[in-house]
T-cell receptor, first 110, second 115 residues
Framework: TQLLEQSPQFLSIQEGENLTVYCNSSSVFSSLQWYRQEPGEGPVLLVTVVTGGEVKKLKRLTFQFGDARKDSSLHITAAQPGDTGLYLCAGTSNTGKLIFGQGTTLQVKP | NAGVMQNPRHLVRRRGQEARLRCSPMKGHSHVYWYRQLPEEGLKFMVYLQKENIIDESGMPKERFSAEFPKEGPSILRIQQVVRGDSAAYFC?????????????FGEGSRLTVL
């Protein structure tokens, strides 16, 4: 069974701080995706990483895919209250379906 | 181009009743996925359907749960004889191609409360 473990599960920081969220697995994934979900809404795709070692930037967000394609990280620079939400990593399983980590709840206080 | 539409957004049922959740995928999408989410947790895969066919139902409980995606009309997730443990948010996602090749677009979810 392919599993994705996210850490930390909860993170509460002050506006302006930096943070990193990790997504780890013992399995290799062909691609990993990061989603952000706000209360009462469905997840929205932020980025897909496909190549081992790949780094993608989305404004203040930096996503990295591990060389062995077993792990990924999301780094947020100078966090803002608008970044508050549930961040989910997801990987495509060897049977073709998307499986999710348990999520990281981020709270950014003004 | 409307996104993935789910209804109802909120559903309250008493134990033993049936719950039917509907999902209309994005136009042109023939791949539909159902996920279940408990508060502040990730999404648990339930079932993957592609027009009239169940491709993967490995996440579906063996009893009381069923899903369909008919040739015409929305996909339906049906829960018979609901119990309190079925209370959760149920999300539907659709894609143009299988998940490993394309982006999934999620609906806003249906929140089921079982009294």
């Amino acid at each position: 069974t392919q599993l994705l473990e996210q850490s930390p599960q909860f993170l509460s920081i002050q506006e302006g701080e930096n943070l990193t969220v990790y997504c780890n697995s013992s399995s290799v994934f062909s691609s990993l995706q990061w989603y952000r979900q706000e209360p009462g809404e469905g997840p929205v795709l932020l980025v897909t990483v496909v190549t081992g070692g790949e780094v993608k930037k989305l404004k203040r967000l930096t996503f990295q895919f591990g060389d062995a394609r077993k792990d990924s990280s999301l780094h947020i620079t100078a966090a803002q209250p608008g970044d508050t939400g549930l961040y989910l990593c997801a990987g495509t399983s060897n049977t073709g379906k998307l499986i999710f980590g348990q999520g990281t709840t981020l709270q950014v206080k003004p | 181009n409307a996104g993935v539409m789910q209804n109802p957004r909120h559903l309250v049922r008493r134990r033993g009743q049936e719950a039917r959740l509907r999902c209309s995928p994005m136009k042109g999408h023939s791949h539909v996925y159902w996920y279940r989410q408990l508060p502040e947790e990730g999404l648990k895969f339930m079932v993957y359907l592609q027009k009239e066919n169940i491709i993967d139902e490995s996440g579906m409980p063996k009893e009381r749960f069923s899903a369909e995606f008919p040739k015409e009309g929305p996909s339906i997730l049906r829960i018979q004889q609901v119990v309190r443990g079925d209370s959760a948010a149920y999300f539907c996602a659709s894609s143009l191609s299988p998940a490993y090749t394309g982006e999934l677009f999620f609906g806003e979810g249906s929140r089921l409360t079982v009294l």
